[in-house]
Nanobody, 124 residues
Framework: QVQLVESGGGLVQAGGSLRLSCAAS????????MGWFRQAPGKEREFVAA????????NYSGSVKGRFTISRDNAKNTVSLQMNSLKLEDTAVYSC?????????????????WGQGTQVTVSS
């Protein structure tokens, strides 16, 4: 059974940093691309970042580019999201997802497995 478990969320002041991690099990992690998505209250889920199966290609939404960094460790079956210079509008539940497509895809529909999410709250 595939499991994706996020950790690292919490409360942080604007301008601060957080590092999210996602631990994967039940799949051949190195053959999947991975993505991070977020959903704020009352809003639709939106793409944040993605990384290809080998880690050679990354993709970011315009709102986080230059502030967030996605990375993966295929030996440890983990994907991380380093979030710097956090803003109030970054407040959301962040979820990781795995896609068999192997590419750093933006669209949520190409992702096959999803984690439950971790809350990130940015305060002023």
């Amino acid at each position: 059974q595939v499991q994706l478990v996020e950790s690292g969320g919490g409360l942080v002041q604007a301008g601060g940093s957080l590092r999210l991690s996602c631990a994967a099990s039940g799949l051949t992690f190195s053959t999947y691309s991975m993505g991070w998505f977020r959903q704020a209250p009352g809003k639709e889920r939106e793409f944040v970042a993605a990384i290809s199966w080998g880690g050679g290609t990354t993709n970011y939404s315009g709102s986080v580019k230059g502030r967030f960094t996605i990375s993966r460790d295929n030996a440890k079956n983990t994907v991380s999201l380093q979030m710097n210079s956090l803003k109030l509008e970054d407040t959301a539940v962040y979820s990781c997802a795995a896609s068999k497509s192997r590419l750093a895809r933006v669209a949520a529909y190409v992702y096959d497995y999803w984690g439950q999410g971790t809350q990130v709250t940015v305060s002023s």
